[in-house]
């Protein structure tokens, strides 16, 4: 059976007190929309449509950035989740099969408990997503009569014996599209809050002959997100949870409580990490490798074996090859380090090449910015960067070749070569002693003035 998917996307979340629209506000780094969808990409839907509202155009960018497939349609007046949903009709002409309904500020549900509620389709013509609330509060209620979903009850809708139901309603809906729309045609909006309610389509669907079901998941799966204390303890509950899954498959974190992870950070196996790292987006760590204690990286590589850090900082597009060394203080960015590479302290490599087995010394730096474009460095194998080296790209050097410390290279190098570029060194006979003699005096004459 194909599948597509409506995430909502549309509300203000006036709650954040933000600019930003509430699905745009971030977890493990990536906004909420694109942990949920995420969560119905691992269903492999034929379609896939983002509902935007508030803050459309902001909206519309990120799910572009998380897929360029994506289709976007706006919901241009707030007129509750059953409106919204209804924006999505033109978007699924011509699909045939099943469609979940899926909200940009719930990031938690399972792909698990996706697949659980397409297999109850086979049984049932709508298929809800409830869960057991230790507190209700103001969940929307599940009315069941046995394992038949009867109708769901909004909060502000409810009466006292409907309020002490504990089965509670996450919003996410299954339906064959056709059943779906045709029950969406159908609701009114003849409620406390004057909206057209997606969860009436349960009583509708009942009323009509059809079936209702609901598929039970966990409290936490449904957690959403409507202000900055949820979003503080939803960030706790994901770094919780990443910590759990990487330690479960072979990773070593001596303080996980200290490490930070991204949505899509990927470590291998008997890969340590150590105190006080922070994973920004598009992170790929290899096995067996160590990321020392206060190091920053994002949108990088780090291969096999390779050691980064403490205090390293890796930026979008290093790639970092097996063994290599990267220490204290270094910062690299859009850079390949080849095999077995060493760069161990208070340097920046931008734009550049380093071939294997190459040394770059401490204080090294590519000028890789003229104010206007960026510019290339290309080092070969095995050369040897003296400390303090300032190479003005674009520029190369072959293999095996090396700098005197404090060089400035502003032209190739050749294989085999050393350049040498910095000005000659004067000694000055007695210069200090007679400039400190001076300025001495001079400091006890002002003082004995005053």
């Known amino acids: 059976m194909n599948t597509a998917l409506i995430v909502l996307a549309a509300g203000r979340g006036t709650r954040m007190n933000s600019d930003l629209p509430k699905v745009l506000h971030e977890i493990g780094q990536s906004p909420l929309l694109h942990h949920a969808m995420a969560a119905g990409m691992a269903l492999e839907p034929e379609r896939m449509i983002v509902v935007a509202g508030h803050g459309a155009e902001a909206v519309e960018r990120a799910a572009s950035r998380f897929d360029e497939g994506i289709v976007t349609v706006r919901q241009e007046s707030q007129d509750g989740t059953g409106h919204a949903v209804q924006q999505a009709r033109a978007a699924l002409e011509g699909f045939s099969g099943d469609v979940i309904v899926l909200y940009g500020d719930t990031p938690f549900i399972r792909p698990d408990t996706l697949e659980a509620m397409l297999a109850a389709r086979a049984r049932a013509d709508v298929v809800v997503l409830g869960f057991e609330a230790a507190d209700p509060g103001r969940y929307g209620r599940l009315v069941t009569t046995g394992d038949a979903l009867d109708r769901i009850v909004e909060f502000k809708d409810a009466n006292e014996a409907i309020r002490a139901i504990t089965l509670c309603n996450s919003g996410v809906i299954a339906a064959d599209r056709d059943t779906l729309f045709s029950l969406l045609d159908r609701v009114c909006n003849d409620n406390a809050s004057g909206e057209y309610y997606l969860t009436d389509v349960v009583g509708l669907a009942r009323e009509a002959g059809l079936s209702a079901e609901v598929v039970r998941c966990d409290e936490a799966e449904t957690l959403g997100i409507n202000t900055r204390a949820e979003l503080a303890a939803a960030e706790a509950a994901f770094q919780t949870r990443i910590r759990r899954e990487v330690m479960e498959d072979g990773v070593t974190l001596p303080a996980p409580e200290t490490v930070t992870f991204a949505r899509d950070t990927a470590v291998g196996r008997d890969t340590v990490i150590e105190p006080n790292v922070v994973f920004g987006p598009g992170v790929t760590i290899e096995s067996g490798a160590k990321i020392r204690a206060f190091s920053h990286l994002e949108g990088c590589h780090v291969s096999r074996g390779a050691t980064v850090g403490p205090f390293a900082r890796l930026r979008p597009g290093a790639e970092l090859a097996e063994e290599v060394h990267v220490g204290n203080f270094v910062e690299i960015k ?16 931008g734009d550049a090449d380093i071939g294997a087995g190459s040394n770059v010394g401490a204080g090294t730096i590519t000028c890789n910015y003229d104010g206007v474009f960026k510019h290339r460095t290309t080092v070969g194998r095995d050369a ?10 674009p520029v190369t050097l072959g293999d095996g070749a090396m700098t005197a410390t404090g060089t400035v290279v502003t032209h190739n190098v050749p294989a085999g070569d050393m350049a040498v570029g910095r000005t000659k060194q004067t000694n000055k006979p007695g210069f200090a002693t007679r400039f400190f003699d001076k300025l001495r005096a001079a400091k006890a004459a002002k003082s004995k003035d005053n």
């Open 334 to 349: 859009n850079a390949q380090i080849g095999t077995g590479a060493k760069v161990n302290h208070l340097t920046y490599l």
């Open 384 to 393: 040897f960067i003296g400390s303090n080296t300032m190479l003005v790209a």
